[in-house]
């Protein structure tokens, strides 16, 4: 992310409305191989694949605050390789663990894995540290630490429904086992703070907390993002969940989260009610169904209707509701830009 960039967002957050209305989008490994016309193994496996396609992502969209930029990540498979999970790669599909064996002993019994030298996270910090002078060239810096919720993590080592089920039948264990996780990703962002020091926002992804209904949510998800975010105390605490967001919504605050990404299917107008005032809004058109197959009227249409249906933009960046879907042409997301730069 480039300054200018960064005091937009910093200026948002603090309530600042801005004389164009801030577009961002989170972009990474679902969508950026495809549209830089690189093979998704290639994107994983070539630093420099990656260098480029990021670099030409920002600089064919200077209008738009790429979240969290230059994102280091091997896909779904980053942080689950640290607890030994076989990873599965194919030349132009998205690589996947294969889960680990599930029974309440191995739950219980996770180890917390070492991020300095475990799975691919040596990876990700060597393509980071490769890299910065040349991003910084560039006038970019990285931002952000980012790492998957502790949730998330735990359905690639379990699978997403047996540890769902865990959760019910075997509480203490899953318990145990998300603790394990919780202090495993703050010692992963901690090194990544460590070794950047340009970086002063969190970002974490969780789908699997939408999943849960209020007291699940107290219990299994409350705790572990308020350690993890409280942890760190940084200018930027960003979260994604494009799964149902309502609980969430109302324990952002208390949380600690300032920036929240959330699911095209929750109007802006509820989202605010539901998440208050002191939290940025970054959605929230239908990713998939709009921003990448739709046409531009299509696209200029839902503009329109999303940026109607509030009457105060204060705290609000304009996207999708959910990460870059594959497939979006630079032609949309121009249309985008646009129609959010056009909109009164």
């Not at 609000?316 to 497939?327: A, F, L, Q, T, V």
């Amino acid at each position: 992310m480039n300054d200018k960039h960064w005091e937009t967002l910093l200026r948002v957050i603090d309530g600042e409305i801005l004389k164009e209305k801030p577009v961002g989008f989170i972009i990474d490994s679902p969508w950026l191989p495809g549209w830089h016309k690189s093979k998704i193994l290639d994107y994983f496996t070539d630093p420099e694949t990656w260098f480029d396609a990021n670099i030409v992502a920002h600089k064919t969209f200077p209008e738009a605050i790429f979240l969290p930029g230059f994102w280091a990540e091997y896909g779904m498979c980053t942080e689950p390789s640290a607890f030994g999970t076989k990873l599965v790669w194919t030349e132009n599909d998205f690589p996947h663990p294969i889960k680990l064996p599930l029974t309440a002993e191995a739950i219980s019994s996770l180890a917390k894995p070492n991020v300095r030298t475990d799975g691919l996270l040596p990876f990700v910090i060597s393509r980071m540290a490769k890299y910065e002078e040349r991003l910084k060239e560039n006038g970019f810096h990285y931002r952000f630490a980012s790492s998957r919720g502790p949730l998330n993590i735990a359905s690639f080592l379990f699978g997403t429904t047996d540890f769902m089920l865990a959760l019910a039948i075997t509480p203490e264990e899953a318990q145990k086992a998300l603790k394990v996780i919780t202090d495993f990703t703050i010692d992963w962002l901690s090194l990544q703070f460590e070794k950047f020091r340009d970086i002063d926002g969190v970002f974490l992804l969780d789908d699997i907390v939408g999943f849960l209904g209020q007291p699940d949510f107290e219990t299994f998800v409350l705790p572990h993002l308020k350690k993890i975010y409280q942890t760190f105390n940084a200018r930027v605490s960003f979260f994604h969940n494009d799964a149902s967001g309502i609980i969430t919504a109302g324990y952002l605050k208390e949380i600690g989260i300032n920036l929240f990404n959330f699911s095209f299917n929750h109007p802006m107008d509820e989202m605010r009610t539901l998440a208050g005032d002191s939290v940025t809004l970054l959605g929230n058109l239908p990713p998939r169904d709009v921003l990448a197959l739709g046409k531009p009227s299509d696209i200029e249409a839902g503009v329109r209707n999303m940026t109607q249906s509030v009457s105060d933009y204060t705290r609000i960046i304009w996207s999708c509701g959910g990460g870059m879907p594959p497939d979006t042409s630079t032609e949309n997301i121009r249309t985008f830009i646009t129609a959010v730069r056009e909109t009164s």
